[in-house]
């Protein structure tokens, strides 16, 4: 049986989160207006997509099975990363 969690970052006056992790070809974004931007790299450090502008939703669907690192900017200026894992 396969769990769905959510990942939530608490920073100083931050809340934001991505689900479900473990996804399949969309990953939501809440409180996008605490994001000035976000990076999608794959395990090796080799960045596959750039928003510069935070999404409501983000499609992974062009990415193979595995673990990958989504960066997120904060318009405060913090930096943020967390694995994502996408199966399918």
């Known amino acids: 049986m396969s769990k769905t969690e959510s990942i939530e970052i608490q920073n100083s006056k931050n809340a934001i989160s991505f689900y479900p992790n473990p996804t399949t070809t969309l990953l939501y974004v809440t409180n996008r207006n605490k994001i000035s931007s976000l990076e999608l ?12 502008r935070a999404q409501e939703s983000i499609d992974v669907g062009m990415c193979a099975n595995g673990v990958y690192i989504l960066k997120a900017i904060l318009t405060n200026g913090e930096i943020v990363e967390e694995k994502i894992v996408i199966k399918k």
């Open 41 to 52: 790299f794959d395990i090796s450090g080799r960045k596959l997509k750039y928003y510069a």
